[in-house]
């Protein structure tokens, strides 16, 4: 029973074009929404976050979308670079509830 | 001055042996937590411990025991470790419990034999 999915488990973009990391969730009472960023061999990073009450929030060329009619939210990069390449894991919580990650895709960024 | 530190990195040991992973984090941090990456990637909460209040995921197994000595603190001890239990482990922590951007730890890959 997945919470929180993230159908394409893989995806491969030019340098310099943008990335479309999609997610989508089935829990409507989710509060928040946020994306990390894992490098091999390390932890989950923070990388951008978006409240329920919100539909877009931008960090450089970080930005994510949220559609809660369509329980879907995507993260944008734009323009991609090489050291973009990694997986970018959903996340979503309610307050004061735990953290449910989606399983990840990973973004090869071509040179 | 690393946020959220774990060790050992790298854990490798036979099946029913007894072994702990250690967790710290300097970020002054209230809340802990433990997650589980398994062979298919996802990451899946097994404990959160917020001011002495230990939250215990009911699908973890009795053989996983948290232990917190203090608030920087969330060490794991696993006993009668089975071959299932390979997988990276990851620390991690939050100001708040469930309201704040969680920080992780670089993760403990652990190999049962």
């Known amino acids: 029973d997945q919470q929180v999915k993230q159908n394409s488990p893989s995806l491969s973009v030019q340098e310099g074009r943008i990335s479309i990391l999609n997610c989508d969730y089935t829990n409507s009472m989710f509060d928040y929404f946020l994306w990390y960023k894992k490098y091999p061999a390390e932890g989950p990073t923070f990388l951008i976050s978006?409240?329920?009450?919100?539909d877009k929030n931008e960090d450089g060329r970080f930005t994510v979308f949220l559609n809660k009619s369509a329980k879907h939210l995507s993260l944008h990069i734009v323009p991609s670079q090489p050291g973009d390449s990694a997986v970018y894991f959903c996340a979503a919580f309610n307050y004061g509830q735990n953290f449910v990650f989606g399983p990840g895709t990973r973004l090869s960024v071509l040179p | 001055d690393t946020a959220v530190s774990q060790t050992p990195k790298y854990l490798v040991t036979q099946m029913g042996n007894d072994k702990s992973i250690k967790c710290e984090q300097n970020?002054?941090?209230?809340?802990m937590y433990w997650y589980k990456q398994d062979s298919k990637k996802f990451l899946k909460i097994m404990f959160s411990y917020n001011n002495k209040e230990l939250i215990i995921n009911e699908t973890v197994p009795n053989r996983f025991s948290p232990k917190s000595p203090d608030k920087a603190h969330l060490n794991l001890h696993i006993n009668s470790l089975e071959l299932g239990d390979s997988a990276v482990y990851f620390c991690a922590s939050s100001q708040a419990r469930g309201g704040e951007t969680q920080y992780f730890g670089p993760g403990t890959r652990l190999l049962v034999l």
């Open positions: 978006i409240s329920s009450i919100k």
């Open positions: 970020l002054g941090h209230d809340t």
